[in-house]
T-cell receptor, first 114, second 110 residues
């Protein structure tokens, strides 16, 4: 039972490099989310999607892009990495957007920008 | 705006009861959820309150009072494995996403 799978688990980037964080879920969930979590802090929403072909900005979208071409996949793209983007990134999915629908999280990608 | 405030740290003794509070300041508030996160791990869903009152799930209970803009998570019969960070998360009416509090780090001591 895979749930939400994120790759890679760890990555070090140089300033200005680009990369894509992968996220896939096998629960046929419509809603998917990308969060970042800085040390000792809560989760901040970057982008979310309510279904294939539909994406929307969250609280901290600057410097990131997303796409949702299939129900299963929701990759997050960093175009020009900056030190401020050093964080742990979590992808999550839920069946619907209501609060009583648990969000299922992946194990996270730990990203350092040097 | 929207914000959820929690105490940053709580320490409690194994076997005891602990309450983690969450106060919110947001218009059109819809419901309050709670998530647990162990160090280095992913958040996992614990409970949800849409209506005022207490929801019980085993050793964990969650409470919401809309009139007081306040909720709490109650952990009973604390175990060492309950040492983790706990986040409340809110939702505004009509929104498709949650916003999270800054989290409370619970340390259970023998």
């Amino acid at each position: 039972n895979a749930g939400v799978t994120q790759t890679p688990k760890f990555r070090i980037l140089k300033i200005g490099q680009s990369m894509t964080l992968q996220c896939t879920q096998d629960m046929n969930h419509n809603y998917m989310y990308w969060y970042r979590q800085d040390p000792g802090m809560g989760l901040k929403l970057i982008y979310y999607s309510v279904g294939a072909g539909i994406t929307d900005k969250g609280e901290v979208p600057n410097g990131y892009n997303v796409s949702r071409s299939t129900t299963e996949d929701f990759p997050l793209r960093l175009e020009l990495a900056a030190p401020s983007q050093t964080s742990v990134y979590f992808c999550a999915s839920s069946d619907r957007g209501e609060s009583n629908q648990p969000q299922h999280f992946g194990d996270g990608t730990r990203l350092s920008i040097l | 705006g929207q914000s959820l405030e929690q105490p940053s740290e709580v320490t409690a003794v194994e076997g005891a009861i602990v309450q983690i509070n969450c106060t919110y300041q947001t218009s059109g508030f819809y419901g309050l959820s709670w998530y647990q996160q162990h160090d280095g791990g992913a958040p996992t869903f614990l409970s949800y309150n849409a209506l005022d009152g207490l929801e019980e799930t085993g050793r964990f209970s969650s409470f919401l009072s809309r009139s007081d803009s306040y909720g709490y998570l109650l952990l009973q019969e604390l175990q060492m494995k309950d040492s983790a960070s706990y986040f409340c998360a809110g939702k505004k009416t009509g929104a498709n996403n949650l916003f999270f509090g800054t989290g409370t780090r619970l340390t259970v001591i023998p």
